[in-house]
């Protein structure tokens, strides 16, 4: 476990959603959800559920995996390597081939590797 303390998951969201430059009812509206019960989630009043958090994610631009971790839903350890995965994924630069390359290439680096 980290030494320094991370935000809590609302605030990770707020954070998050100022990076992106987003207001909270922008980024409601495109999470499917209500400004009221997004802003509760960032203040700590509400937990979403998983699938919440994947619109959330989704809305953001970055990995449910990320979201899950951060809400205790996840182990750290599996995140990460979903992220990789979801990362070369969601990259719309790869062909379909490159994609399959690349994962094969990571899956081969990380067999076995558990804690």
């Given at each position: ?83 990789v995965v979801d990362a070369v994924a969601n990259d719309t630069r790869l062909s379909d081939e490159q994609k399959q390359a690349m994962l094969a290439i990571y899956r081969s680096f990380v067999v076995g590797d558990t804690p």
């Open positions: 476990m980290s030494s320094r303390k991370r935000p809590d998951l609302g605030a990770f969201i707020r954070q998050q959603r100022e990076i992106a430059q987003q207001s909270i009812r922008d980024l409601a509206k495109r999470a499917g959800v209500s400004n009221p019960y997004l802003s509760q989630i960032e203040r700590g009043l509400r937990k979403p559920s998983a699938d919440i958090l994947q619109q959330i994610a989704r809305a953001l631009e970055i990995s449910a995996e990320t979201l899950y971790e951060r809400a205790g839903m996840m182990d750290p350890k599996e995140a990460q390597g979903n992220a």
